[in-house]
């Protein structure tokens, strides 16, 4: 059994993948289609642009995992049993699975996130989400109700085997940092300032439902999907919208993604999207084969 996994988000700037847009022809066709529907050149926005612009960053990464995508299809000539789309890659899978087509993704992504960095500065407090790695499951519990207990709420958001996502408040979020720097078998990773998965965002989800996914028809699915959030298996396009604005306020939980890839007996995954754990987190339970720009750029450079 084959799974394809695609990503989700990773920090990443345009100087980290500016071969791949400026040469690739599989990545300049989908970012000149994404320039069409978004009304301005994607290029030049994601060459510019500044933290706060998330549509940018999210649109941009969008056009390089379905580019990639393109190239797996190219390359290795394979339908995957199953698709994983893990946090924002669930978007990369409702376009792989044919649930949405680019163009219906790529104006769900844009304007979606146009919406959301207005949602988030109006947000009373300054939260952000910390990522750790090596912290197990048991242990964030433990840390999580020893911070509630002082008052210091912090929430689980994420759990990607080795590594953990724990959103609070921007103070609570420096107490984290301390508490960890102090434990000698794991480490913190990076920050992002702005809540995702969280409890918090529950609103902003029924927003975006109401006013953007009501305007896009889900198609039905040519392959079934894992859920990032629970481990099951969707076949219907209404399960994939819903799925997707999941994704809001629910934590991903890479275990039960990963007990549900055994129960499929998926021996071989193929991790297609930019910079992301994904390979590593993978590679010690399935055989892993890592499509990013980075290979793509190096085998395209041999052949």
Known sequence: MIGLVLPGLAPSSYEEVKDFIETNPYAKKRFQEASD??????????????????????????????????YFYDRYGLQPHYSIG??????????????????????????????????????????????????????????????????????????????????????????LKEVINQRSKCFSLHTMKQPIHSRLLTDLKHQLRDKYYSQVVFKPLQSPIISDVDGHIYKDPEELKQMLLDGYDHPVRWDLVSKSMKQKQIETAYVVGPRNLFTQLLKYEFKTVGISPDTVMHQVGIS
């Open 86 to 175: 893990a946090s924002f890659g669930g978007m990369s899978v409702a376009v792989q699975s044919a649930g949405l087509t680019f163009a219906e993704s790529m104006w769900l992504t844009h304007e979606s996130a146009k919406h959301a960095r207005g949602y988030f500065q109006r947000m009373d407090g300054e939260y952000h989400t910390h990522f750790i790695f090596n912290l197990s499951l048991e242990e964030t519990e433990e840390l999580i109700k020893s911070f509630n207990n002082k008052g210091m709420e912090l929430e689980l958001v994420g759990h990607l085997e080795k590594v953990v996502c724990l959103c609070a408040e921007k103070s609570v979020v420096q107490s």
């Open 37 to 70: 529907i978004i009304g301005y050149s994607l290029a030049e926005a994601f060459r510019e642009a500044k933290e706060e612009q998330h549509e940018v960053f999210e649109s941009a990464f969008l056009a390089n995992s379905i580019a990639l995508l393109d």
